[in-house]
C-alpha cells in the first residue's frame, strides 16, 4: 500500500469515488449505488476496483446478496464522508471570511456545560457575529463521538468513552463533573440535620438507566459506604418527566451540580444539603486531528476556552 501521504494525488482520486464509498456503505450493493449517483454498473464497479488496486486492500467484500465493507473499507468510509463534509462548507467558509463571521457551525454537547458554559459562550459570539449560523446537538458523549468521526460535527465538549478509541482525536480538558441530590421545593429532607448517606439509601429515586456513568457512579458510592443500593427506582433520561417526578412526589434525584444549581435557579428543584462522595469523569474539547476549522467554528472555540476558565 503507498505510505505516501499525498498519495491521492498520484492516484487521482476522484470525488465520484468517495460518493461511491458513501452509496455502497449505504446500499450495500453496486446496482443500487451506481443507480443512486446516476452511474452505470461497470463504470461503478470500475472506480472501485481502481480504487482497490491503488491502496492493495479488499474494500469490501463481496456477498452473494451484497457488499460488506471490510475493516479497510470502513476506515475509507469514514475518511470519504469527512472529506466531503469539509468540502460541502468550504464556500460557505470563503463567503464567511470575506463577509465577516457567517457561515454554519455545528457542535455537539453533553448536558453539564450545555447548561452553564455553552449559553454564556453562545451568548458571547452572538454578539460579534449575529450572522454566524450554530446547531448545537445535547446527548451522550458515545453518540457524539459518532457524529464527529462522521464529520458532522466541528467539534465536541463531552467525554472519550472508555470502550471508544482516542486515536484520530484531540481532547482538551475543561472540568470535572461533581453530583448532587435535588429534590422538590419544600421536600422533607430539606430540612434534615446533619444529612448523611445511609438516610437516602431508603428513599424512591429517578435514575438515569443502568449502565450509564452516572447511575454506576451513584451505585458505587452506596456500596463503598457498606449501604445497600437503592431498590425503589424509576429509570428513565427524560428531563421532563423527571421533573414532573420530583415536583410531584418525594422522590430523590442525583445530577451533575451545574445542572442542578440551573433548575435550583429557577425554583424548580432544591438541592439537598449533602456532599456526595460521586463525581464524574471529566469533559473537555474533543476535536478530530488535522481538521481545519471554519472562521465561526474557531471563534466559538475560542469563546468556549475563554468562557470555561472563568466558570470552572
Known amino acids: 500500500m503507498d505510505t505516501n501521504p499525498n498519495w491521492f494525488l498520484r492516484a487521482r482520486l476522484k470525488t465520484r469515488q468517495l460518493l461511491l464509498l458513501i452509496a455502497l456503505d449505504e446500499q450495500r450493493n453496486i446496482h443500487r449505488a451506481a443507480e443512486q449517483l ?5 463504470a461503478a464497479s470500475k472506480q472501485l476496483k481502481d480504487l482497490e488496486e491503488m491502496l492493495d486492500v479488499q474494500l469490501f467484500e463481496r456477498l452473494p446478496r451484497g457488499m460488506e465493507p471490510t475493516i479497510y ?5 469514514r475518511h470519504a464522508r469527512m472529506a466531503l463534509t469539509s468540502l460541502s462548507l468550504a464556500h460557505e467558509d470563503i463567503v464567511a ?9 455545528e457542535i455537539g454537547t453533553i448536558m453539564t456545560p450545555g447548561m452553564a458554559l455553552l449559553p ?13 449560523r450554530i446547531g448545537v446537538q445535547m446527548e451522550q458523549s458515545n453518540v457524539l463521538m459518532e ?30 463533573e461533581p453530583a448532587c441530590a435535588v429534590v422538590r421545593s419544600g421536600h422533607p429532607l430539606l430540612a434534615a440535620a446533619d444529612l448523611r448517606l445511609e438516610d437516602l ?3 424512591p429515586w429517578v435514575l438515569p ?27 428513565t433520561t427524560a428531563v421532563l418527566l423527571v421533573t414532573a417526578l420530583l415536583q410531584q412526589t418525594d422522590a430523590l434525584n442525583v445530577m451533575p451540580i451545574a445542572v442542578a444549581r440551573y433548575y435550583a435557579s429557577l425554583n424548580v428543584l432544591s438541592i439537598l ?4 462522595p460521586c463525581r464524574m469523569d471529566a469533559f473537555g474539547i474533543i476535536t478530530v486531528d488535522g481538521h481545519l476549522p471554519s472562521p465561526g467554528a474557531q471563534l466559538l472555540l475560542q469563546t468556549v476556552r475563554k468562557v470555561a476558565k472563568e466558570i470552572y
Open 201 to 203: 439509601a431508603g428513599q
Open 273 to 276: 444539603p449533602i456532599e456526595l
Open 73 to 77: 473499507g470502513e476506515t475509507m468510509i
Open 120 to 132: 454564556r459562550a453562545l451568548s458571547q459570539v452572538k454578539q460579534v457575529a449575529p450572522r454566524l
Open 147 to 176: 457524529q464527529l468521526q462522521r464529520g458532522q460535527l466541528d467539534f465536541m465538549i463531552g467525554r472519550i468513552p472508555e470502550r471508544e478509541s482516542a486515536a484520530g482525536l484531540s481532547y482538551e480538558e475543561l472540568s470535572d
Open 38 to 42: 446516476h452511474m452505470t454498473q461497470p
Open 97 to 105: 471570511i470575506k463577509a465577516g463571521l457567517a457561515g454554519q457551525v
Open 209 to 235: 438507566p443502568p449502565g450509564s456513568i452516572l447511575r454506576s457512579r451513584f451505585e458505587l458510592m452506596f456500596r463503598r459506604a457498606g449501604l445497600e443500593v437503592p431498590v425503589n427506582v424509576i429509570d
